[in-house]
C-alpha cells in the first residue's frame, strides 16, 4: 500500500505506523495510507524560520513575483497528471478545474501584483505625513516581512486551490509556509507537492508539507507566525482557542462554511432573462464539486408568489444533472469525498428535516452512471423547501456540506435582507435583478452579514464568475459564523504576512531608509541632467531647479485656442466679482506643459524612451499673468520592467528588445514667491546600460 510522504525540513518522510487509510471516493478501493507519527513538529517550524524565511526575506517583492510566475508556468506543464489523480477525488473535469488550474491561476494573479510593489525587501503603506511646521520632521508607515512561518490547515474540497491560493500570498509577502491539507485528500495535494520541490524553483524551506494529523504543531507557534485554517466553524473555534495561540498573540485567519444565500428580486418573472439565470445559478452551486463548496448556496429565498414555480424549475434543472465516474464525459456531478462525509451530510439533512420537507432528490437512492452508487460516495442533489423561514432555526444554522439546498418564500425585500441576515455571517451572497434600485438596498443593507455579494442580471450574466467563486483580486473571507477573517483581496491578502511599523524622522532621513523621495528632503545634486542617465545610473534624490520663467497673457490665450480650453477663468474679459480667481488665470495643463519644458533635457537622444503617465497632479496656487515659475524635478522611485520576449523583427524596430525601468519623478511647480503652485509624479520608462 502506498504511503504519502510529508516533505519537511528539506526531505521527504513518512510518518510512523499504519496511519490512516485513504480511498477513491469514486469506486471504494483503497489508494494510500498517511501519518505524520514520530514527526518532529518543533523542528518542522524551526526549520522554516530560519531556513525558508531568511531566504524569502532577502528576496524583493518582483523577486518573488516573478518565482510565483515560474511556479504557475511549471506546474501547467503536468495537468494531466495531476487531473487523472483529481478524479479519484470525486471530482468531475469541471470540479478539477476549478480546484488545479484555478489553484494556478491564484499564482498567476499574485505573481503580477509584484508591479504593485517596489523592487525591495519592503514596501511603504499608505501616505507620508509632515509632523513639523518646519518641514524638518515626518511619518510614514513600513511593512515588512513577519519573521516566523505561515502555517495553512485546509479544508478537503479543494486540496491544490486550498493550498496555492494561500502559499501564493505568503511567498509574495516574503514568508514560508506549512501546508496541513485535509487528510481525505491529501494524496492530491502531495502530488502537487512533488512536483513544486521538484521544480527547485522555491528557496528551500519556504514549503513544508504534513499529511495526517497535525500534532503538536500549533503548540510551537510564536508571535511572528500567521495560521490560517478553512473548515468547519466548530473547528475553527478549537484551533483559535489553542493556547499558544492565544499567549504569544498569534494572528489566525479563519475561513469558515457558512449559510450562503441567494435571493430572487421582486421584479423578476417567468418571462425575463434572469428567471433561467437564477435557476442555473442554484443548480450549478449545488452540483459543483458534489456542493462541497464552503461558499455554495445553502439558502434560497423567492417571492412568496413565485415559490411553486421557482422549486420546480429548479427540480428540472436538477433533473438533467448526470451523476456518476466523473472519468464518463457525461457525467456533470461526481461523488463527495468519501463515505464519511456522505454519512455526515445525510445526518444534518435529517436536522434539517424537523422543519424541511425534501421536493427534490432523495437520501436512500441515486441513479448514477459506470459507477457503483454504494461503493462510491454518491449522493442525490437534495433539494429541501422550508415554507416558515421566520419560525425555522435549523434551516439557518444547520450545513449539509453537499449537494442540499433549501428553498424559502419571503413577502418583501425587507424580509429577504433579514432572513439573509439570520445565517449570521456568510462567505457570500447572490441577488438576481434586473432593478438597480433592489440592488443598491439589498448590497448595502447586507453587506454588514456578507463577505462578498453577486448582483446578478443580464447585463453580466456571460462573464459572471459565479456565487461561488473567490477571485484573487477580491477578498475571500466573512464576518460571524463564517469565521471573520479574510484571505486574498490583492495587495489587502498580501499585508496580512506583514508587519506594519510606523517610522518617523527628518524627510531626508526617511528617504534614505524608504529609498523613495520625501517632499522637503534634500536632493542630491548630480552633475549631470538626470535624463542622460541610464535606469542603473539614477540615484533617488538626483534633483535639479530648472531655470524660470514668465507667464504671460498672451501665453494663456494662445493655449486656450490651441487646446480649445476656453474656461471663462482663462478669458480676459471675464468679470472676476464673486469667484475664486482676481484675474484671468493659467490653465493647470498649460502650466504643466510649461514644467515639462523647464525640466526635460533638450533636443539630443537620451535614456528616456518615453513618458509613461502622471499621477497626483495637482494645482494647488492660482498663477497669473506677470508670475514667474521654476520646478524643482527630483528622482523619487525606481520600478524593474518586465522584459519581454521579442519575436518578430518588427518589435525590435519598435525597441520593444531594449531592457528597462520605470522612473517616478515628483514634479514641483514654485513660483516666485516660493510657493508651491502644483505638485505631480511623473512616469518615464528608461533605457538600461548596455553591458
Not at 431 to 453: E, F, L, P, W
Amino acid at each position: 500500500m502506498n504511503k504519502l510522504e510529508n516533505y519537511i525540513t528539506g526531505n521527504w518522510i513518512t510518518g510512523d505506523g499504519d496511519g490512516q487509510q485513504l480511498y477513491n471516493a469514486v469506486t471504494g478501493e483503497p489508494i494510500a495510507t498517511a501519518s505524520t507519527k514520530g514527526l518532529d513538529f518543533a523542528g518542522i517550524t524551526n526549520y522554516a524560520r530560519t531556513v525558508g524565511n531568511p531566504a524569502l526575506r532577502k528576496m524583493t517583492f518582483h523577486e518573488r513575483g516573478n518565482m510565483l510566475k515560474a511556479l504557475a508556468l511549471h506546474l501547467r506543464n503536468h495537468l494531466d497528471k495531476f487531473y487523472k489523480i483529481s478524479y479519484q477525488t470525486g471530482a468531475t473535469k469541471a470540479d478539477s478545474w476549478v480546484d488545479i488550474e484555478g489553484g494556478i491561476g491564484n499564482l498567476f494573479a499574485n505573481a503580477s501584483l509584484r508591479r504593485k510593489l517596489p523592487d525591495e525587501t519592503f514596501c511603504m503603506d499608505g501616505e507620508s505625513h509632515i509632523l513639523g511646521q518646519q518641514n524638518t520632521f515626518m511619518g510614514t508607515h513600513i511593512m515588512v516581512p513577519k519573521e516566523g512561518v505561515a502555517i495553512h490547515i485546509n479544508a478537503f474540497n479543494f486540496p491544490v486551490w486550498g493550498m496555492l491560493e494561500k502559499i501564493a500570498v505568503n511567498l509574495l509577502a516574503g514568508m514560508p509556509a506549512i501546508v496541513k491539507p485535509a487528510t481525505v485528500t491529501s494524496y492530491l495535494t502531495e502530488a502537487f507537492v512533488k512536483e513544486i520541490i521538484a521544480s527547485k524553483i522555491l528557496p528551500e524551506g519556504a514549503l513544508q508539507l504534513i499529511c495526517g494529523n497535525a500534532g503538536d504543531l500549533l503548540d510551537h507557534v510564536t508571535s511572528q507566525d500567521v495560521v490560517t485554517f478553512t473548515g468547519s466553524a466548530t473547528t475553527g473555534l478549537m484551533l483559535k482557542s489553542t493556547p499558544y495561540i492565544l499567549k504569544e498573540a498569534v494572528p489566525i485567519t479563519m475561513e469558515t462554511d457558512s449559510l450562503n444565500c441567494i435571493i430572487l428580486g421582486e421584479d423578476i418573472t417567468p418571462a425575463k432573462p434572469e428567471w433561467n439565470i437564477f435557476v442555473k445559478e442554484v443548480r450549478k452551486e449545488m452540483t459543483l464539486k458534489a456542493g462541497q463548496r464552503c461558499t455554495g448556496i445553502r439558502r434560497i429565498f423567492v417571492p412568496e408568489n413565485k415559490m411553486e414555480d421557482m422549486w420546480k424549475a429548479i427540480s428540472t434543472a436538477l433533473s438533467q444533472t448526470t451523476i456518476g465516474n466523473p472519468l464518463n464525459e457525461k457525467v456533470r456531478m461526481g461523488s463527495l469525498a468519501g463515505q464519511a462525509q456522505r454519512k455526515e451530510v445525510k445526518e444534518q439533512i435529517k436536522k434539517l428535516l424537523a422543519s424541511s420537507q425534501i421536493i427534490y432528490g432523495s437520501l436512500d437512492s441515486v441513479e448514477v452512471v459506470d459507477a457503483d452508487a454504494v461503493k462510491g460516495a454518491f449522493l442525490s442533489p437534495v433539494l429541501l423547501m422550508n415554507d416558515k423561514p421566520f419560525a425555522s432555526q435549523e434551516v439557518h444554522s444547520v450545513e449539509a456540506f453537499g449537494p442540499v439546498s433549501t428553498i424559502m418564500p419571503y413577502k418583501n425585500l425587507e424580509e429577504a435582507i433579514l432572513l439573509s441576515k439570520m445565517g449570521k455571517g456568510s462567505l457570500c451572497s447572490s441577488i438576481v435583478t434586473a432593478d438597480n434600485a433592489i440592488a443598491k438596498k439589498y448590497v448595502i443593507s447586507a453587506a454588514t452579514h456578507h463577505g462578498r455579494i453577486l448582483v446578478l442580471n443580464n447585463e453580466c450574466a456571460a462573464e459572471n464568475t459565479g456565487h461561488g467563486s473567490p477571485l484573487p483580486l477580491l477578498v475571500h473571507g466573512g464576518p460571524g459564523r463564517a469565521g471573520g477573517g479574510e484571505e486574498m483581496g490583492g495587495l489587502r491578502g498580501v499585508k496580512h504576512y506583514l508587519q506594519r511599523t510606523a517610522i518617523q524622522g527628518s524627510p531626508t532621513t526617511i528617504t534614505a531608509i524608504t529609498n523613495v523621495y520625501q517632499p522637503h528632503a534634500k536632493g542630491n545634486n548630480p552633475g549631470q541632467h538626470p535624463f542622460t542617465k541610464y535606469f542603473e545610473e539614477l540615484q533617488i534624490g538626483d534633483q535639479i531647479i530648472t531655470q524660470k520663467r514668465t507667464i504671460t497673457s498672451d501665453d494663456i490665450n494662445k493655449f486656450a485656442d490651441l487646446s480649445g480650453d476656453h474656461f471663462y477663468a482663462h478669458n480676459t474679459l471675464t468679470d472676476f466679482t464673486g469667484t475664486m480667481f482676481e484675474q484671468q488665470v493659467a490653465h493647470g495643463y498649460f502650466i504643466m506643459s510649461i514644467a515639462a519644458g523647464l525640466f526635460v533635457d533638450g533636443y539630443k537622444k537620451n535614456p528616456v524612451l518615453l513618458n509613461y503617465g502622471m499621477d497626483e497632479l495637482r494645482f494647488t496656487k492660482p498663477v497669473y499673468p506677470g508670475s514667474e515659475i521654476y520646478i524643482r524635478f527630483t528622482c523619487k522611485e525606481k520600478l524593474p520592467n518586465d522584459i519581454r520576449v521579442v519575436e518578430k523583427e518588427a518589435d525590435k524596430k519598435r525597441g520593444d528588445n531594449i531592457e528597462k525601468g520605470i522612473v517616478k519623478w515628483y514634479v514641483e511647480i514654485i513660483d516666485q514667491t516660493n510657493e508651491i503652485a502644483g505638485v505631480a509624479t511623473i512616469l518615464t520608462m528608461v533605457a538600461k546600460k548596455m553591458v
